[in-house]
């Protein structure tokens, strides 16, 4: 089955915990891939639908709260799906860096909400793989992202 | 006639004579004066580089104190940047201190494990020169990681994984094309700091 590539003008939202976020930097350990992932999961702001994107963090919140237990001091950082895969083109990075719509289903046992937002970036390397280069990528997805403020965000939303 | 005057001595003809006051101050014998003077920054000293345009009467006094005056004793300047700069590092130290605390709550939540090799890391390479607090985050093994981002595409994050070795990627400024020099490695304190010389990339890091 061909992969659902999002558009480069959509945006990825990754969900990072409050030890990993000060004055606007976010630790570039939360964009490499641990072992065993197939890539790093984020969700897809335009799939849901809203008008704003204070909404659609706030389903997205909404949702991951069902299968994780998210600190509300948290943080998500958005990226630009265009500017990811433009990290592709540094000379210096030797992977082809994709983002796949990965939609998934509920769990029903187990309280999970179904997530038709969940998408991955691909085509990382792992720490163990190429450490140089998983270190690399993370320094380029760390400066291009954007930080939410989940705690501003869940006071007035959710 | 211009006159130019250092310390309790007089000079005339302000176009030949250097005219440059290390904070010392004048004034006319008839209790006025007049001076048309610039400023510039002579690292760590503010130096006044004045042009007079006064009549034959001023005498020059040296450290003659003259209210709302532009300029000051080398000494006054010397003090106030001393004070200026203990007061800098104290709310450095503060604020990472604050930080610190505020980490080992988040830590908990977080279910992250802080690494007392990296915390001891951490202390130790602060301690090591004067550092600017800027970002400090945890990795999820537990490192501290300290950050800094320059306005011209510099970058630097040091993870302190304990031993005295340290995981950096620096980013150095942005040349004209747009490209940058990006290392990524690991190494001790030492080579750290050399790497971050050699980038220059000190002044973003160092207070």
Not at chain 1, 8 to 37: T, W
Not at chain 1, 74 to 88: K, M, N, P, T, Y
């Amino acid at each position: 089955m061909k992969p659902d590539k999002i558009p480069s003008r959509d945006h990825v939202v990754r969900y990072i915990g409050p030890s990993f976020v000060e004055a606007g930097e976010v630790s570039r350990v939360k964009f490499q891939l641990r072992k065993g992932e197939s890539g790093l999961s984020v969700n897809w702001l335009e799939k849901l639908g809203f008008e704003s994107k204070d909404d659609c963090i706030n389903e997205v919140y909404r949702v991951m709260s069902s299968g994780y237990d998210l600190n509300k001091n948290g943080w998500f950082a958005e990226l630009q799906v265009g500017s990811i895969r433009e990290i592709s083109n540094n000379t210096k990075v030797n992977y082809d860096i994709e983002v796949i719509h990965k939609p998934k289903p509920a769990d029903e046992k187990e309280g999970v909400l179904a997530n038709i937002s969940h998408a991955e970036i691909e085509g990382l390397p792992t720490i163990n793989d190429d450490e140089e280069q998983a270190e690399l990528i993370a320094g380029e997805l760390v400066e291009i992202c954007a930080l939410n403020d989940l705690h501003s965000l869940s006071h007035h939303h959710i | 006639m211009s006159q130019t005057a250092i310390g309790n001595q007089q000079y005339s003809d302000l176009e030949s004579e250097p005219s440059v006051f290390f904070g010392r101050s004048m004034e006319s014998r008839d209790g006025t004066y007049s001076l048309d003077n610039e400023w510039w920054r002579h690292t760590p000293l503010l130096r006044a580089k004045i042009t007079l345009s006064v009549p034959e009467s001023v005498i020059a006094y040296e450290e003659f104190a003259i209210k709302n005056a532009p300029f000051r004793l080398i000494h006054e300047l010397k003090e106030e940047k001393r004070r200026e700069e203990e007061e800098i590092r104290a709310e450095n130290k503060i604020a990472f201190m604050k930080r610190i605390e505020n980490l080992r709550g988040f830590a908990v939540e977080d279910g992250v494990e802080i690494n007392p090799e990296s915390e001891k890391d951490f202390f130790d390479f602060i301690k090591s020169g004067e550092i600017k607090k800027k970002a400090l985050v945890l990795t999820e093994e537990g490192n501290f990681e300290a950050i800094w981002r320059g306005e011209d595409g510099e970058y630097i994050a040091l993870e302190f994984v304990g031993g005295n070795i340290i995981k950096y990627i620096m980013f150095s400024k942005r040349s004209s094309d747009s490209s940058r020099v990006q290392e990524v490695n690991s190494g001790s304190f030492d080579e750290v700091k050399d790497l971050l010389f050699e980038l220059e990339l000190t002044n973003l890091i160092y207070l």
